[in-house]
């Protein structure tokens, strides 16, 4: 009896393990991620939007419903992570009907300097979208 329920404990653990780490990484912040490079990350990232922002409209293609979005910056997001070779993270945009967007903005360091180098839609419509940054 003792080996059945230590198998059972066992099981749940594994499930729960595996639950949290399927988790998307993009809703997360990862605390090894210190210092100035929080600030250096939210500054690249500030900057692709400040310099695709027109007339205060933030534009995005949307490949899934084949249109371009014209959306306002809401904030920015504090949680940042890693993946492959990319800081993640996150900012909510309002289209002119007010339905949020999230976007995720993929940073990138080029020697000492931090560069965004896209936004992909991660949340439209309350769905989250998925992509993959590992090779």
Do not use: W
């Not at 998307?24 to 600030?39: H, L, Q, V, W, Y």
Request: hydrophobic share 40%; charged share 25%; aromatic share 8%.
């Amino acid at each position: 009896m003792y080996n059945r329920t230590k198998i059972q404990c066992f099981r749940i653990a594994l499930v729960v393990v595996m639950a949290l780490t399927s988790l998307p990484a993009f809703a997360a912040d990862d605390p090894s991620i210190k210092g100035n490079i929080r600030e250096e990350i939210k500054t690249a990232m500030q900057k692709l939007i400040d310099r695709n922002t027109i007339n205060d409209v933030y534009r995005i293609y949307d490949p899934i419903k084949g249109k371009l979005l014209q959306l306002q910056l809401v904030k920015l997001h504090e949680g940042i992570v890693k993946k492959g070779d990319y800081y993640v993270s996150c900012a909510d945009f309002k289209d002119a009907s007010g339905n949020l967007v999230d976007l995720d903005f993929l940073v990138l360091q080029d020697g000492k300097t931090l560069i965004a180098t896209q936004a992909i839609i991660h949340k439209a419509d309350g769905k989250k979208r998925k992509y993959h940054l590992e090779g």
